[in-house]
C-alpha cells in the first residue's frame, strides 16, 4: 500500500517527486494517514474543479463546531464565522453564485487594466530604496509590500493604514490552511474583528461620500435589486487581502528562484520583454503558489473506478496537474513558448480565481521591473527555507545580490 505524507514539512519542500509516485502508482488515492483522498492527474483535479457533488463549504462547518467548542470554554470565534460565510471559496451555488455577481461587478479586469500605472508607481518606489545598495531580500523588500498597497489602493485604504492592514493580512493566509488549532483560530478571530471595525468605519464614510475606489464600488454594485449587506462589504475586504496577498508574494517570489536557477530561461525572458505574459503564465504552471485546495464531497462520487463516499475530504494538488505528462509536454522544464498553456494554478470553474487580472499585472509588472532594470542577479544563500503554509507555496526570503 502506497504510504505518502503531503503534508510533510520534507515533502512540502519539494512535492513535486511524490506528485509524480501518485500519478503514476495511485491517482486517486484514500490517504493513510487521514480520512481523506488525494487526487493528483490534471484530467481528475479538473473534473472534480467542475463537479458540483465536491463542496466548498468544509471550512465554515469546521469553523461553526469550533465556535461551539470554545464558547463552553469562555471564547468566540462569531466574528470569523461571520466573515467566512462570505468569502467565495468557501461557499457554494446558490448563495456562491450570488455573491460572486456582486463582487464581480465591482472587481472587473477593466479595474485592473486602469490601475497598471499605480502598480508600476508602487514598484518602482519600493525599488528605489534599494536600487543603490547592491543586495537586496526579494520578499522581504520588495515581493512582501506590494500586493497588500495595491490591494489597499485598490479598495481606496488611505496609504498611512496601509503596514496595519499589511500587518493584519500576513496572518490572513492562514485561513486558506486545512490544518488549524485552536489558538490559530481564536487568532484568525481577532484579525477579523480589527478588518470588521476598520472597515466599518471605511464603509460608513463611503456611504456619505462615495469615491472612485473598489469599496464604494462594492457599496454600489446592484443585481436585480439585490446589493450587498454591510458584513458582506468588509468580509469580502478582508478577503481580498486575505487571499491576494500572500498568493502573489509567492508568485514573485517562485517565479525569480526559478529564473535564477535557469539562467538560459532568464536570458531569453531579458532579451525578449514582449515575453512577459507568457512567462508568468509558465510560472505559475511550474511552481504553482497555491499547491493545494480542498473539496468535500456531498454524495458518493464514482471516480476513476473509486468511490470517493459522501462526507470524506478530497485534496485537489493544483501544482501536480500542472506538472502531469499526459497534459503538458516535458512538465518539469520552463519553456515560455509552449501554446495552450491551460495550467489550474488559479483552479477553475466557478470558483476560479476572483483576482486572477490582479495577480497577473502584478507578477507581470514586477517581475519585468526587476529582470530589465536589475543585472548580474545571484541568489546570496545556499539554505531558502519555504513558509509553513500547508496549502500555500512561497519562499520566507530570497537575498540577492546584483548589478545596475
Ligand atoms: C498569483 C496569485 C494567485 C493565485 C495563484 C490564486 C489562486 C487561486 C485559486 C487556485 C483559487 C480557487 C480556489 C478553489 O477553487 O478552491 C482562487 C480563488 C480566489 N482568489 Fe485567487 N489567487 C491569486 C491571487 C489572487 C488575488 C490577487 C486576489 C484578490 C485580490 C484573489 C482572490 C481570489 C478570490 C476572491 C477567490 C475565490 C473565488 C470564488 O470562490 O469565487 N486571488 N485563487
Same mark, same amino acid.
Given at each position: 500500500m502506497l504510504k505518502v505524507n503531503l503534508f510533510h514539512p520534507d515533502v512540502r519542500e519539494n512535492p513535486y517527486p511524490t506528485y509524480q509516485i501518485l500519478r503514476t502508482e495511485d491517482p486517486i488515492h484514500k490517504s493513510v494517514i487521514g480520512d481523506f483522498w488525494i487526487l493528483t492527474r490534471y484530467c481528475d483535479v479538473k473534473s472534480a474543479l467542475l463537479d458540483g457533488r465536491f463542496s466548498s463549504n468544509r471550512r465554515p462547518q469546521s469553523i461553526k463546531a469550533k465556535h461551539q467548542y470554545v464558547l463552553e470554554k469562555g471564547g468566540d470565534l462569531t466574528t470569523l464565522l461571520q466573515a467566512s460565510n462570505a468569502q467565495l471559496f468557501f461557499i457554494d451555488p446558490p448563495d456562491h453564485t450570488r455573491l460572486r455577481r456582486l463582487v464581480r461587478q465591482a472587481f472587473s479586469p477593466n479595474v485592473v487594466e486602469r490601475m497598471r500605472p499605480e502598480i508600476q508607481e508602487i514598484v518602482d518606489a519600493l525599488l528605489s530604496k534599494i536600487r543603490h545598495t547592491g543586495r537586496m531580500d526579494i520578499i522581504g523588500d520588495f515581493a512582501g509590500p506590494l500586493p497588500a498597497s495595491v490591494i489597499a489602493k485598490l479598495l481606496g485604504?488611505?496609504?498611512?493604514d496601509h503596514q496595519r492592514l499589511r500587518e493584519w493580512s500576513r496572518d490572513l $493566509?492562514?485561513?486558506?490552511?486545512?490544518l488549524l488549532s485552536l489558538e490559530q483560530y481564536t487568532h484568525l478571530n481577532s484579525i477579523a474583528e480589527k478588518f470588521k471595525a476598520y472597515f466599518s468605519t471605511l464603509i460608513a464614510e463611503r456611504e456619505r461620500r462615495p469615491q472612485k475606489d473598489l469599496i464604494s464600488s462594492l457599496i454600489l454594485a446592484r443585481d436585480q435589486g439585490d446589493k450587498l449587506r454591510e458584513d458582506e462589504v468588509w468580509s469580502i475586504c478582508m478577503m481580498l487581502f486575505g487571499t491576494g496577498e500572500e498568493t502573489t508574494v509567492n508568485t514573485i517570489g517562485n517565479g525569480m528562484l526559478a529564473l535564477l536557477q535557469d539562467p538560459v530561461a532568464l536570458g531569453h525572458l531579458k532579451r525578449n520583454p514582449c515575453l512577459i505574459n507568457s512567462a508568468i503564465e509558465e510560472l505559475l504552471r511550474f511552481d504553482?503558489?497555491?499547491?493545494l485546495t480542498f473539496r468535500v464531497a456531498v454524495e458518493d462520487v464514482e471516480f476513476g473506478g473509486k468511490t470517493i463516499p459522501a462526507g470524506e475530504d478530497v485534496v485537489l494538488c493544483l501544482g501536480s496537474a500542472n506538472r502531469d505528462p499526459a497534459e503538458f509536454s516535458d512538465p518539469d522544464r520552463l519553456d515560455f $513558448?509552449?501554446?495552450?498553456?491551460?495550467?489550474?494554478a488559479f483552479g477553475?470553474?466557478?470558483?476560479?480565481?476572483?483576482g486572477a487580472s490582479l495577480a497577473r499585472a502584478q507578477s507581470q509588472i514586477a517581475i519585468n521591473t526587476l529582470i530589465q532594470e536589475f543585472h548580474r542577479m545571484k541568489i546570496q544563500t545556499k539554505n531558502l527555507e519555504r513558509r509553513e503554509n500547508i496549502s500555500l507555496r512561497g519562499l520566507k526570503s530570497l537575498p540577492v545580490s546584483f548589478t545596475l
Open positions: 485604504v488611505p496609504p498611512e $493566509s492562514y485561513l486558506l490552511d486545512p504553482a503558489p497555491t499547491q $513558448s509552449r501554446t495552450n498553456n491551460h495550467h489550474l477553475e470553474g466557478v470558483h476560479f480565481c476572483l
